[in-house]
């Protein structure tokens, strides 16, 4: 055997699953986790799938510290005849190199790693549910392990992935909501880590959202961090506006993440001949259009929620309602054929679609 073997440990102590209305997001694990260790002189090594458990860290490591990190979101759903199916799961494998690249942690072989995902997902199948909506949520991540507490890259790390069962994001159906358009805080700006999934960006943004749910709203609209001006993104989502039968989405600026949705709903978009721009846009751009009548759908888009409508948004002290706070025809549109593809009901001419057999 050699150090680049997948070993497999089962675990001889299975945990019931939990039921299927009841599905909390993020915080039940199936039984088992994907590990696999990085070391100069052997690269990453000894793959292994063992029975889920918590890790055992000295507390100098430097994740702890430093913040050296990068992680991945993806799915895997339960299709007619019980195969499972993920959506371009290649893509957020290239995604976390890219991310990785950003923090200077060394790249994984993303073909050996789909191949352990797949065993993975095999494993423990009987962990996706079938319920409409409902996934198991796929987490793959990367820590540094070097007990040092010098500033500088670590030499050791860890990579590994972990499922949770998920339910339905949107309890009765997507529904439009209410968005604050930040106009304090900044998310990232360019030549920063908008673009890598990483977990300092998430924390920094806590306050900001805090302040929105206390204001009403279910998020916040990023905007550019230099001029405050250039629409970015939408919490964790990135954003699509409807613009006069125009499709209007941020050009990515290097402070914007390259979500895999984002990039599905454009190809989507391309293919069925609606006009779609990927350029800058401005919040006083958006307010004009909307003054004139023009701003038709607004809506972000990410694995977890797939599409999010924004029903309204409030941007100091002037607020702009969206199609009279109902769900566009185009995002439904987008949202049955996405989540159709997903599911395996509705056909898959681009092949986006991997079944784990
Ligand atoms: C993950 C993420 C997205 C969405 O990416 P998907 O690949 O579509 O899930 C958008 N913005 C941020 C900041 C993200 O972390």
Redesign the pocket.
Known sequence: MTANELTIVKSTNLKPKPEKDQIPFGSTFTDHMFVMDYAEDKGWHEPRIVPYEPVTLDPAAMIFHYGQTVFE?LKAYRADGDRILMFRPEK?LERLNRSSDRLSIPPIDEDEVMNHLEELIRIEKDWVPATDGTSLYIRPFIIATDPNLAVAPSKTYKFMIILSPVGSYFSGGIHPVKIKVENEFTRAVKGGTGMA?TAG?YSSAYQAQSNAYKEGSADVLWLDGIEKRYIE?VG???IFFKINGEVVTPALSGSI?K????MSILELLRDWDVPVVERKISIDELYEAYERGEVEEAFG????AVISPVGELNWQGKKMTINNHEIGELSQKLYDTITGIQRGNVEDPYDWVVEVK
């Open positions: 979101g957020n999934k960006n993104e964790s989502m990135n993440l979500g895999i949705t984002r888009t990410g694995t977890a």
